[in-house]
């Protein structure tokens, strides 16, 4: 299994399976995940999902995944107006965690997939272009102080936009503000080096089930 990191880094790609055709729904609930797989290949972008949660990693298509958040993510909201993102202070929270804990998913993205020179300034834009369900979702990192910053949120309008380097892997607190079930809808994109046209990855809808 890849070794993940709390910060934006390099590791080698070793021993991907791909999911088989016409894979049963899987549902992840604990243990390494990259939700937001980035990869370039023959012009084309793609997003998916890399399963680290077994032996061996494999490449799930995001239909074929829900992602589980159980009741033991809950926190409570912090008190200071820098988390009032997550709801009102004292509020419960559930959160995914930048780092890693048992029975919890160790949820990150990854630009290992795009070869240096494909794309311009060597990084491609991850937006979050929708989100439905119970309550809000956002995504953030905690630093050496503790004060978040934001990825994504869906509480102050979308879409939102990260510019990722290529070649980086990074985890960070996924957050849902209710329990219940999310669609979670993101899109890659970057200009291709050699003639700057845009390339796509289409929007790709990932589900969270939020445990109370």
Known sequence: MRRALAALTAI??????????????????AGHVDILDIDYA???????????????DVDRPASDVILQVPA?????VPSGTAWSFLGTAGDTVWVLPQTQQAGLLYAGWNTLGVPSGAVQS????????????PGRFSTYTT??????S?????????????????NSHA??????????????????????????ATVT????????????
């Open 42 to 56: 023959n012009s084309a972008l793609t997003l998916d999902v890399l399963d680290g949660t077994g032996a061996t």
């Open 150 to 166: 934001k990825s994504f949120d869906s509480g102050d309008g979308l879409p939102d936009t990260l510019t990722v380097a290529r």
């Open 201 to 212: 990855s289409g929007p790709t809808a990932y589900t969270f089930t939020v445990l109370n």
């Open 72 to 76: 033991t993510a809950k926190v409570t």
């Open 143 to 148: 630093g050496s102080f503790g004060t978040p």
């Open 12 to 29: 080698t790609v070793v021993g991907l399976i791909p999911a088989p055709a016409n894979a049963a729904t899987v549902t992840l609930s």
């Open 171 to 196: 985890h960070a607190n996924w957050a849902f503000s209710a329990a219940g079930t999310y669609t979670v809808t993101f899109e890659v994109t970057a200009q291709l080096a050699t003639t700057g």
């Open 122 to 133: 060597d990084s491609v834009n991850v937006r979050l272009t929708g989100v439905t369900g």
